[in-house]
């Protein structure tokens, strides 16, 4: 039989710090976005040379 | 709704981003005449070859017309018809093809050269050899046993 309580669980409140910190996030896409238009422009100017 | 403003950022790259490469390809195709090689024209693929101008495959000097010449395959399985052809430097030339019997590819590897042949439709695209050289035609489009057999060349000659 499982263990039951011996007391009401507390709720513990869930504390909130001042928001999650992007900064990291935010350098990760831009490089990524960076790479899709390097490879974007480099295919468009292969495109162009090509006849 | 709250909206980080890093959020806001990557949007907005996104967002230009697509507005840029979208208004290049826009100006390319509408403005600039860059479009996908198909003529819509339609040819019975059972008389293709007593059709013009496919009854004579090749090159050919045309007069009046916006190109210099005009280049005429017949794909088939498993091979084209030139099996290979001549074409001067700087020529502008279109390239008219079609199918007699299933869908093939018709591809000029390294160049922009590059459609689909279905039977029943001519495909066409004008375009400047503007650098000397061999280029092989080959079949990227699976037709059959012998697909990978199918090729043709161009050689682009002064």
Known sequence: MAK???????????????????????????????????????????????? | MH???????????????????????????????????SCLATID??????????NEPGLKKVEGKEWDYELVFVASAFNYNPGEVKVPLGAKVKVMATSKDVVHGFEVAGTNINMMLEPGYISE???????????LILCNEYCGIGHHMMSSKIEVVE
């Open chain 2, 3 to 37: 909206m980080h403003k890093f959020e806001k950022a990557w949007l907005g790259f996104g967002i230009g981003a697509l507005l840029v490469f979208l208004t290049v390809i826009g100006v390319s195709a509408f403005y600039l005449g860059n479009q996908p090689p």
């Open chain 2, 45 to 54: 693929p059972e008389k293709v070859d007593t059709t013009a101008p496919f």
């Open chain 2, 125 to 135: 695209l004008v375009t400047t050899f503007d650098k000397p050289g061999e280029y």
């Open chain 1, 4 to 51: 039951t309580e011996l007391q009401e669980k507390t709720n513990t409140k869930i504390e909130t710090d001042e928001g999650s910190n992007l900064k990291g996030t935010l350098a990760s896409v831009f490089l990524l976005g960076a790479f899709l238009i390097v490879t974007w422009v480099g295919v468009y100017y292969l495109y162009l040379d090509r006849f």
